[in-house]
């Protein structure tokens, strides 16, 4: 079962408009068990769109269009798909009274222009769009369908949810597909690929399939199995594999699907009934911005510092001046002392540190560029780890911010 997904705008294409749409639908599709084999970003000319949905007819039972549904002159997608399956527009009623309801229901005046949204290719079935104003519509040819939604990223995904997929579901026989992400953190691609090589080996013999997707400072491991087994089947042999996973590489793993080091973070305090405070000079406040990001962080997190100037680190949490002297602003033990300074200053259980040439300039004769030390401090004592990054200063304040996350999840899981 294969789809395409064709994205039309000129937006796009410049850069003005970031596709997310793309990313969403395929994550979608995929979850149902539909393949994408390509995802197309086009320009919202005539000729073009016509050809790129001709051509993904012949190759996929699901080609699924957004964009240029619009009331204004440069939405043509209507007019090119009447053009490719040979009908015309006819004003569809429903339509016309829902849109001018929502018009009404909102004080706006309905244009002439707004009319047109109720126009619909007469060969198409449509899909009432019952949050906006564009409607969807599907089309079948030879047995093989087009979807065209709008380009509006909430609308478009109430039509796939709502409309789209269901109706896939009732006209296809979609394999069963189980997914199962698990995350890791500070070990990178190749080193996680070596430690795995025989474990990966193994996957054959249960059809699962691995997929390596790495980040700044994560590898995503992605284990995928496809077949006619019932669901719970395909579940447990995906288990097994992943209990073995665990056994070889469960120190670096910390999460699993959609969860983020902070997400994972917030709840294992939760658990815990733990709280955590920041003193932070090369990460300026991510950490912190990080897991207030996160619902519910104001039960765990207490209070945080930014102390970028050696001055602020003595006057606003207690550093003594002459750690700073000795051992200079970039070292581990001015780490551990900012983190352990925290802790007492803001009676919260646990406290991160992060102090480092964060670049692209930089760097001494003892530690480089891309050097940053971070701290975790309890109770018991405080552990204090250096990083090796490049140059790049926003992904360097990024992965010291998770690799010190990283380290209180590890000491929580403890």
């Not at 380009?151 to 189980?178: A, D, S, T």
């Not at 970028?308 to 006057?315: F, G, M, Q, V, W």
């Not at 750690?323 to 646990?350: N, P």
């Not at 004769?365 to 250096?386: N, P, Q, R």
Request: proline share 3%; hydrophobic share 40%.
């Amino acid at each position: 079962m294969k789809a395409i997904i064709i994205n039309i705008g000129d937006e796009l294409l410049i850069g003005q408009t970031i596709n997310t749409n793309a990313a969403w639908m395929g994550q979608y599709l995929n979850s149902f068990g539909i393949e994408v084999e390509s995802s197309h970003c086009i320009s919202d000319k005539g000729p073009v769109i016509y050809r790129e949905i001709d051509n993904a007819l012949k190759k996929a039972e699901v080609v699924v269009v957004t964009g240029g549904l619009g009331p204004t002159k440069d939405d043509i997608t209507k007019h090119t798909l009447c053009e490719l399956f040979q009908t015309e527009l006819v004003m569809h009623e429903p339509s016309y009274l829902r849109v001018k309801a929502f018009f009404e229901m909102r004080g706006l005046p309905f244009l002439k222009m707004n009319e047109q949204q109720a126009l619909v290719p007469e060969a198409c079935t449509v899909l009432e769009n019952m949050v906006g104003t564009a409607n969807g519509m599907w089309f079948e040819r030879d047995g093989h369908v087009c979807v065209s939604l709008p380009g509006v990223p909430f609308e478009m995904k109430y039509l796939m949810e709502h409309e789209v997929v269901p109706r896939i579901q009732q006209k296809f026989e979609l394999p069963k597909i189980v997914h199962r992400t698990i995350l890791t953190q500070g070990v990178g691609e190749s080193f996680i690929a070596d430690l795995l090589t025989d474990w990966e080996n193994s996957l054959a013999a249960e059809d699962i399939h691995l997929a390596y997707l790495p980040s700044p400072g994560m590898v995503k491991l992605r284990m995928s199995i496809y077949g006619g087994a019932e669901e719970t089947i395909l579940q447990e042999r995906i288990q097994r594999k992943e209990a073995e996973l665990h056994a070889l590489v469960g120190e670096v793993i910390f999460g699993y699907e959609k969860d983020t080091l902070q997400s994972v973070l917030v709840e294992k305090l939760k658990e815990a009934g733990k709280t955590v405070s920041f003193a932070e000079s090369c990460t300026g406040g991510m950490m912190a911005q990080k897991v207030t990001d996160v619902s519910g962080a104001s039960q765990v997190f207490h209070s945080g510092w930014v102390v970028y100037h050696a001055k602020s680190k003595s006057k606003e949490i207690g550093v003594d001046p002459e750690i700073i002297s000795k051992y200079g602003e970039i070292s581990g033990e001015v780490a551990t002392a900012m983190a352990d300074c925290a802790r007492l200053k803001s009676g919260s259980d646990f406290a991160l540190s992060s102090t480092g040439w964060a670049g692209p300039d930089g760097g001494d004769e003892i530690h480089g560029v891309g050097t940053i030390f971070v701290a975790l401090s309890a109770e018991k004592g405080t552990i204090v780890k250096e990083l090796k990054f490049g140059k790049n200063r926003m992904r360097n304040r990024e992965m010291a911010s998770d690799a010190a996350f990283m380290l209180l999840i590890k000491e929580i899981q403890k």
